[in-house]
């Protein structure tokens, strides 16, 4: 269980430094993905970003 959540806090925080970036390919708007404003702060929420990501990444490891 903590691996899991290990594993999501890393990818959430890694999606959220390459926001920019994804964002010029259209992965920032996907259903799923939100974004809190918590006073001058804005957490960025990647979820269907993320899923997304993950299926890619899941069908290159099947096709290798």
């Given at each position: 269980m903590i691996r899991w959540l290990l594993t999501l806090l890393l990818a959430s925080v890694l999606?959220?430094?390459l926001r920019g970036w994804?964002?010029?390919?259209?992965?920032?708007?996907?259903p799923?993905?939100?974004t809190?404003?918590?006073g001058r702060?804005?957490?960025?929420v990647p979820f269907g970003s993320s899923?997304?990501?993950s299926l890619i990444a899941w069908l290159?490891?099947?096709w290798l």
């Open positions: 999606l959220s430094g994804l964002s010029k390919l259209g992965l920032g708007r996907l799923g993905d939100f809190l404003h918590l702060r804005e957490l960025y899923v997304l990501l290159i490891a099947r």
